[in-house]
């Protein structure tokens, strides 16, 4: 009888100790719906937080509720589920390649994202320069640098996937493909950058700051479209995550298929990425450091860890633009500029504060 | 479960490790592979467990060839007990066990994969850390709950990399007879071990490698001054000490 009480604490205190992750779900659902309203109230133009909801639920032909409609609430979900699908693709990668430095650039997915841009703006003339109170420049053919970003992330990935095929799905072959093919693609776009004229370097480098305000309703839709089934697959297989994270050996004599299960997860997560990028340009750090502030905060349980990133990413990048569209305003920051410089000395502090594992 | 290991041929880029191994190990009992360095010992361990693949002969599970079994099905029936892991990222104790349920579990664990880790940490001790990361233990508990994990995965196999390396002389007493307990209600153990003097005192049978060759296989008699010297070079005497065959260099 007593040896049953003691099985029971333990399974109760295990019990206590998941319902972290629950909490911790709840309450960042909780700020992002919170968020998301400060979000639709914040702008040049302010709608009292009190009116907000209202507006929302009634749609009618009021400025307020074009605004709302038409600008703020794409631009709010967008970055919520933009960050959503890069965080959720940076925690993948880190299991995967059971590298703390995983990130969706590690495997040079924003070079070739960017050289596809530098392309479709300067060999495909996709780009010029144009005026606007938000934007210094406007992309005169979004879709097709859309598409041509998408294209050469697409060409990374695969080219990443089948070197690992040839050479095994090891984390330190797909790193060092990644970072090669990343180098490759940036010196690309430097050679394409030199015969520019100026009106087309404008652009490059405007796409490159990524930023949210690019995402219309259709926009959202595709996003949506992948990363939310992209976020179902992640949660669906965290626990072959959870199980490879103590090294490719143990995984496969607990039955997994490693190799299978690596390839698949990154090109899954690259496809999210290259998505999300190729639409709104390339958002830095949030990968790479929102799966650590969720370790730091809840452990490294994988099942607990990757769908509290996903929230939690989505949170960031929301919180993240609403800052952008509201720090220098009437300015519009783009928020890629911003994550980076809340992700680097975010990272540095988690690195001086006792990551405890890395 | 009976493993039979019949003529096993592996190679590393034409360099054979194992060659023509037999070996034989019935259903409760330890058998203790033993050789120098490089000797092809973790080889034989990494072909038993399928995570390599020989060039030539056979492994039998209760006369089945492992190579026809599916991952889930062999994981279900060996357990490996790594002498160590390199995990990037923190896990506790308890989920650490949990994955040794990855076997039997659909997508996620159920309540009986949960209550199951629970008694084995009860079982082995570790009620007390059973929340801890395991980074933060002790070499000993730490290879305490990789047994664990093992344990959680419920084979009929199970195979210990060193299970005694880098553990201070109570934990190596604790885990071979945690090993021997095992034993006891039908698991067959296999295990490359280091220590002669703890293979002599656990196993019921050896089995002595060296430069990936069988040189001496059968109880404890295969540890004599002779066979010893052979292999490892080096001039023992054994004392016969209550019951005990206690090999000493001289």
Redesign the interface.
């Known amino acids: 009888m007593k040896e049953l009480s003691k099985k029971e604490d333990i399974l109760s205190l295990y019990e206590k100790h998941t319902n972290r992750h629950t909490s911790f779900i709840f309450i960042v659902l909780a700020l992002s719906a919170f968020f998301v309203l400060v979000g639709v109230s914040l702008g040049s133009s302010h709608i009292p937080l009190s009116k907000v909801a209202d507006v929302i639920i009634h749609k009618s032909s009021e400025t307020a509720s074009l605004i709302v409609w038409n600008i703020r609430l794409p631009r709010v979900l967008g970055a919520f589920i933009c960050g959503c699908g890069i965080a959720v693709s940076g925690a993948a990668m880190q299991s995967l390649l059971r590298n703390p430095l995983g990130s969706p650039y590690t495997l040079g997915l924003s070079s070739a994202a960017a050289f596809g841009a530098a392309f479709a703006i300067i060999v495909l003339n996709a780009g010029s320069l144009q005026s606007s109170s938000s934007d210094a420049v406007i992309i005169n053919n979004p879709y097709i640098v859309t598409l041509c970003s998408f294209a050469f992330c697409c060409v990374a990935t695969f080219v990443i996937i089948l070197l690992a095929r040839i050479k095994g799905a090891t984390p330190e072959t797909m790193i060092l493909a990644g970072i090669a093919l990343g180098s490759l693609f940036s010196a690309a776009s430097s050679a394409l950058q030199y015969f520019a004229d100026e009106v087309e370097l404008a652009s490059v480098v405007f796409w490159t700051f990524g930023d949210i305000g690019r995402i219309s309703w259709s926009r959202l839709g595709i996003i949506a479209a992948v990363v939310i089934p992209v976020c179902i697959y992640f949660i669906y297989n965290s626990w072959n995550y959870q199980v490879m994270d103590a090294g490719d050996e143990t995984a496969k004599s607990l039955g997994i298929n490693v190799e299978r299960c690596r390839m698949e997860g990154m090109l899954v997560a690259s496809l999210a990425v290259a998505t999300v990028v190729s639409f709104v340009g390339i958002i830095g750090f949030i990968g790479l450091v929102v799966p650590h502030l969720v370790r730091r905060i809840n452990g490294g349980y994988e099942p607990g860890l990757i769908p509290s990133t996903i929230l939690f990413g989505g949170l960031f990048l929301l919180i993240s633009d609403i800052v952008a569209r509201n720090i220098i305003s009437p300015t519009v920051l783009p928020v890629g500029v911003l994550t980076s410089f809340l992700g680097a000395p975010l990272f540095i502090y988690l690195l001086l504060k006792g990551r405890g594992y890395w | 479960m009976n493993i039979i290991v019949n003529g096993l041929i592996f190679s590393y880029n034409s360099t054979p490790v194992l060659n023509k191994v037999h070996l034989e190990a019935k259903s409760g009992e330890i058998l203790s592979i033993v050789g120098p360095n490089g000797s092809g010992k973790s080889t034989m361990l990494?072909c038993l467990?399928?995570?390599l693949r020989p060039s030539e002969g056979s492994i039998l599970c209760d006369g089945k060839n492992i190579h026809d079994f599916n991952?889930?099905t062999?994981?279900?029936n060996?357990?490996?007990v790594?002498q160590s892991?390199?995990?990037?990222?923190?896990?506790?104790v308890?989920?650490?066990i949990l994955?040794?349920r990855?076997?039997h579990?659909k997508?996620?664990?159920s309540q009986q994969d949960?209550?199951k880790v629970?008694?084995v940490?009860?079982d082995l001790g570790l009620?007390s850390i059973?929340?801890r990361?395991i980074?933060k233990l002790s070499g000993g508990q730490r290879q305490k709950v990789y047994i664990g994990r093992a344990l959680a995965?419920e084979p009929q196999v199970l195979l210990l990399d060193e299970p005694t390396t880098s553990l201070d002389l109570k934990h190596q007493i604790e885990v071979l007879e945690m090993i021997r307990r095992l034993t006891s209600i039908g698991v067959t153990s296999i295990m490359a071990i280091h220590d002669l003097n703890l293979a002599a005192t656990y196993s019921d049978k050896i089995v002595m490698l060296n430069k990936g060759k069988v040189v001496a296989a059968g109880g404890v008699e295969v540890l004599n001054p002779q066979t010893i010297n052979e292999v490892y070079g080096v001039d023992v005497e054994i004392i016969k000490s209550r019951k005990r065959h206690i090999i000493v260099p001289i």
């Not at chain 2, 892991?85 to 506790?92: A, D, H, Q, V, Y």
């Open positions: 990494k467990n399928r995570l991952a889930n062999l994981a279900k060996i357990g490996l790594p892991e390199g995990r990037p990222f923190p896990s506790t308890f989920e650490t994955a040794g990855k076997p579990m997508w996620r664990p949960k209550e629970a008694s940490i009860n009620s059973a929340l990361d980074h995965q």
